[in-house]
């Protein structure tokens, strides 16, 4: 009786989440236990339970608020040197390694524009005294080995050398104390770096940025403290490459530490977007080059001038493996340009999510019959949650061209979209479906753009394996390719995929 009249409770609640705790092991409580998840309601046999059950709602709830938060509309642009990464790699290839130097890792952080502290690579002590009268006193004397990612553990760094006695003392005990710890270890050589740390009275912070790989979830990024304690720090997030600025900021913000970036007592205050964007371009790397199976920043110094790496490694895959990501990245090589009858140039590229604003203003420069034909309804604005939708698409199962101007005042400007979905499921020996759709502004009709947007959707589809691609349209109108009497609903227009 009592479970009946929780029941009937909870339903009138008109939807709000109701969690209920019915304790005891006695049969008449796993009774009602029953009837009320029978009932559609989530129950529990302890209160602790039922608290646990409602944190999951909330982290649900959260979320999905975060997958449904549009990105602003500026992003960074990225403009790497890989062939000076590819560089690397062929030259660990033609030896035979697969771990990365110091400044071989460096060299790689560089590549993708994140700074690196100054220094050199040299093979002995003359040459390591050299590089310190360029790079100019104080410097730090670090071991220049494949086999010791940790050169500390083995006293393979040495700071604040303030002349050139004291580099040659400390280059002859590093070897020595090196050889008697690691015996087995290759020694390349030296390198040589300007000593870096505060400046002022305000303390920098030690941070560690990490791409990794898991079995199940291939490559992933990890940031928190760093330091030479950074494995002992519980303090730590991580994400799934590709990043953009959002999901960066995101990821330093799930840790504790963010605090003390945003400046506290002694600890200087650091940029968020700077360090969002080191963590965007450590993405790229996962995307770019996916035999390179981790690469750690330990420590990057965050202070208000701006970021710099100080020490990094990692290392490469065996030959012939490769990464996979969960999530895939963005298609940047189908941007192409685009020509319209009237001279006026487009590119045309795969949309993203930082394209949810420029969306909006496109839908609100529509025709109301556009938005008529496209929607099948009169709405007047498209909500966050759809805008997210319509920009944050899984490109393996999706492709929507946008068409941008950007030729006059202002940011590029959205003149065209065209989106084509997987259909998924099918019964066997049916040929594999795609959902279409496309519209242009006003005051692009008539120039091609909606049937160059068209075959580029055609052409994604038939690298899909698509056989089939269908359209729904308002058969009173000459805008649809099938042909059908006059109607007040809609009819589908279906287009049989050529090779």
């Not at 604040?160 to 005990?173: E, M, P, S």
């Not at 953009?244 to 963010?258: D, Q, Y």
């Not at 995307?287 to 490694?313: M, R």
Request: overall charge positive; hydrophobic content about 45%; some cysteine.
């Amino acid at each position: 009786m009592a479970a009946s009249a929780l029941a009937a409770a909870a339903r009138a609640t008109r939807g709000a989440p109701v969690l209920v705790g019915w304790l005891g092991r006695a049969p008449a409580a796993a009774a009602a236990r029953r009837r009320l998840a029978l009932a559609g309601h989530a129950v529990f046999a302890t209160p602790e339970a039922a608290v646990r059950g409602a944190l999951h709602l909330a982290t649900d709830r959260r979320n999905r608020a975060a997958a449904a938060e549009l990105p602003p509309r500026d992003m960074l642009e990225l403009a790497p040197d890989r062939a000076a990464v590819r560089a690397v790699i062929d030259a660990l290839r033609a030896e035979g390694r697969l771990g990365f130097t110091e400044a071989e890792a460096l060299r790689i952080l560089e590549a993708y524009g994140l700074p690196a502290v100054p220094g050199q690579a040299v093979p002995d002590v003359d040459a390591a005294i050299a590089a310190a009268m360029r790079l100019g006193f104080p410097v730090v004397l670090k071991v220049l080995s494949p086999d010791l990612p940790r050169k500390t553990e083995v006293g393979g760094v040495v700071l604040g050398l303030k002349d050139v006695a004291g580099l040659r003392a400390a280059a002859a005990a590093m070897v020595a104390q090196v050889r008697a710890a690691r015996p087995q270890a290759r020694i390349d050589g030296f390198l040589v770096q300007r000593q870096a740390g505060a400046t002022g009275p305000l303390r920098p912070h030690e941070l560690r940025l990490r791409l990794g790989d898991d079995p199940m979830f291939g490559p992933w990024i990890g940031y928190g403290r760093g330091g030479t304690a950074s494995d002992f720090e519980p303090d730590v997030a991580f994400d799934l490459p590709p990043l953009n600025r959002t999901l960066a900021l995101a990821l330093i913000r799930r840790t504790h530490g963010v605090r003390l970036l945003e400046g506290f007592r002694d600890h200087a205050p650091v940029d968020l977007t700077l360090l969002a964007d080191a963590l965007v371009r450590l993405s790229q790397v996962a995307i770019d080059f996916p035999e390179i199976e981790g690469l750690i920043v330990n420590p990057l110094l965050a202070d208000g001038k701006g970021l710099l790496a100080l020490d990094a490694s990692g290392g490469l895959r065996p030959p012939g493996q490769r990464s996979m990501l969960s999530v895939p990245p963005y298609p940047a090589e189908l941007a192409r340009e685009w020509t319209a009858r009237d001279g006026r140039r487009l590119l045309v590229r795969p949309i993203r999510p930082e394209d949810a604003a420029a969306h909006a203003e496109a839908f609100r420069n529509l025709a109301p019959e556009d938005v008529r034909w496209r929607f099948f309804s009169q709405i007047k604005e498209l909500p966050p949650a759809q805008l997210a939708r319509m920009t944050q698409i899984d490109y393996d199962r999706e492709m929507a061209f946008v068409a941008v101007d950007s030729s006059g005042e202002g940011p590029p400007r959205t003149v065209g979209v065209a989106r084509l979905i997987r259909e998924p499921g099918g019964a066997p020996g049916d040929p594999a479906v795609g959902e279409f759709a496309v519209v242009t502004l006003p005051g692009w009709k008539g120039q091609g753009l909606a049937r160059h947007l068209m075959e580029r959707l055609l052409e994604w589809g038939r690298g899909q394996g698509l056989e089939l691609v269908v359209g729904r349209c308002w058969p009173t109108t000459s805008r649809c390719w099938a042909s059908s009497a006059p109607s007040a609903s809609p009819c589908a227009a279906r287009r049989r995929m050529t090779r």
